[in-house]
């Protein structure tokens, strides 16, 4: 721990912070004060042995900031699951909206791209699933995160070929294509996603595919394993879920060693329950052929908005999507989740990852927030 980390604090009587992580505040101004005060504190750290010293400096806001903001980091954050992305309009497929299949597992890129404009409209960022899972949530003050996921590894990325300076070339409206179309356009987005490759990978020729996979952590975008046949997990033996996660991740440590995510999207959500059952251990620790490997978050194929990874029904193990299509405002389709989520439940940021900032009242009873990865927390008085 020897970050060095500079932080402003500019904090009111009205803000209360909780010292739950052993860390320290800075010293509080009044509640007047309209001007930013930056107050520089010398700290220790608390979790570690070795003495560090931090120059800390954190921006934090006033609880009229907070409030009028409504920032609230015990709120829901969508994780979009997504499948194939066809370069189609809308107006080409025969199904609702931007459906190019009868239950909406794959996608436009005219509805592909609309969702991505569409979002960053509504206020919400990217962020990497990766860092979700480690409580690591970096995302501006007043706005919301927003996590991409593509499952199968069908359509995704789709190369036509190398420019001669070794950048690849996609094919038009692939997920990857428009990704880095909005990208572009956007940079403010942090334009990022996870995608979760069966033994397959994306369907280019193998060389092509390794190269391309690598191309893609280089530029800020993230691989986990969706099991080696895309096999339904639930039910399975100790030995068949070590050989199908595990020759998953030995075949992505030989391609981008230690460089994929250690998140595994479980084929048709199955098992939904399986941290505190033994018959599932192999999809969290095991090994193949000599590989060793370890798991710390499983994805459900899901229906919905996750948890804060901060509160109490939040579980790593089991961590709900929203189904990325469109069923006219019902049965949990993508303006379903988002009218949800805009309507007081989303997850709002004070921009510091550092803290866990909240409304009082949402924590009343005290036992709501529950994981505080060793932020500080910070309430305020709605
Ligand atoms: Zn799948």
Excluded at 262 to 275: H, N, Q, T, V
Excluded at 369 to 375: P, R, S, V, Y
Aim: hydrophobic content about 30%.
């Amino acid at each position: 721990m020897n970050i060095r980390k500079i932080t402003a604090l500019i904090l009111t009587a009205a803000v209360t912070a909780s010292l739950l992580a052993g860390c320290k505040k800075g010293a509080e101004t009044s509640e007047e004060s309209t001007e930013p005060v930056v107050t520089e504190t010398s700290e220790t750290t608390a979790e570690t042995s070795e003495t560090t010293t931090e120059t800390s400096v954190e921006i934090t806001y006033t609880a009229d900031d907070l409030r009028k903001a409504g920032v609230n980091e015990l709120n829901s954050v969508p994780i979009l699951m997504y499948h194939r992305i066809y370069n189609m309009k809308n107006s080409e497929t025969k199904y609702t909206g931007g459906n190019v299949d009868k239950d909406g597992y794959n996608r436009t890129s005219e509805a592909f791209e609309n969702d991505l404009r569409s979002f960053y409209e509504q206020g919400y960022r990217m962020m990497r699933l990766d860092d979700f899972v480690d409580g690591n949530i970096d995302v501006a003050f007043g706005y919301s995160p927003l996590i991409l996921t593509f499952d199968d590894g069908i359509n995704d990325v789709v190369l036509e070929g190398w420019n001669a300076d070794g950048s690849p070339k996609f094919e038009a409206g692939c997920a990857i294509d428009v990704l880095e179309k909005i990208k572009k356009e956007f940079p403010d987005y942090n334009v990022t996603a996870t995608f979760f490759l069966n033994c397959g990978l994306f369907h280019n020729s193998k060389e092509d595919d390794r190269k391309v996979i690598t191309w893609l952590v280089d530029n800020g975008y993230d691989i986990g394993n969706h099991t080696y046949n895309h096999v339904q997990i639930g039910g399975k033996s100790p030995d068949e879920i070590e050989k199908e996660v595990g020759r998953m991740y030995k075949l992505l440590d030989e391609i981008i060693p230690g460089r994929y995510v250690d998140i595994i999207a479980l084929p048709y959500g199955s098992p939904e329950s399986s941290a505190s059952k033994p018959e599932y251990e192999k999809i969290f620790k095991g090994s193949y052929e000599g590989f060793s490997y370890t798991t710390k978050a499983t994805l459900l194929c899901a229906w919905t908005r996750s948890y804060s990874p901060f509160v109490r029904d939040y579980d790593s193990t089991a961590i709900r999507r929203i189904r990325a299509y469109d069923n006219k405002g019902v049965y949990w389709d993508i303006e379903m989740n988002f009218k949800q989520l805009n309507d007081g439940r989303r997850y709002i940021s004070d921009g510091n990852p550092n803290t866990i900032v909240f409304p009082s009242s949402d924590n009343s009873k005290g036992d709501w927030l529950k994981n505080t990865f060793g932020h500080q927390v910070i309430t305020y008085d709605k």
